[in-house]
């Protein structure tokens, strides 16, 4: 399984001390430079399993670039030259443009809801207490509720 990811997914499993999570879930795990970049803003360093790709389309950057950040426009790029099997991406507009190319984008809480199901997490409320709290991820109330009900919590 190929997966590129963003940074808003990586930076908060390892804001939470779960990075583990996406190992589990999907073995090596496929970052843009920018991400990386990004990333090694706010971390001293990470995962072997996360490896760096550089997307090769300027061309379709640039564009990209155009209305959104650098790291989803490499992210979006990357998974369409590896034919990427999930785009890991939270922000709207970026998750927007990634499906309008065909590409199938999951989030954090999808990721937390896969976790929960392959038994990985044992109970997924207290982990959604600290990203509102400790990482300051926004959640409304709606949204998680359906989380849980979705892992029948």
Do not use: C, W
Not at 54 to 68: D, F, I
């Amino acid at each position: 399984m190929i997966v590129v990811s963003d940074t808003s997914v990586v930076t908060a499993l390892l804001q939470l001390g779960q990075i583990e999570i996406l190992r589990s879930l999907y073995g090596e795990v496929i970052l843009p430079k920018a991400v990386e970049h990004e990333l090694l803003r706010a971390h001293e360093s990470l995962p072997p399993f996360l490896v760096v790709q550089s997307a090769t389309n300027r061309e379709m950057v640039r564009s990209l670039e155009q209305t959104l950040d650098r790291g989803e426009s490499e992210g979006i790029s990357l998974s369409l030259e590896l034919s990427a099997d999930v785009l890991l991406m939270d922000e709207i507009k970026g998750r927007d443009e990634a499906r309008a190319r065909g590409l199938r984008v999951v989030g954090l809480l999808g990721v937390l809801v896969q976790a929960r199901r392959a038994g990985l997490v044992p109970v997924l409320s207290p982990l959604l207490r600290r990203l509102r709290h400790e990482v300051g991820f926004y959640i409304s109330e709606q949204l998680e509720a359906d989380v849980l009900n979705a892992v029948r919590e």
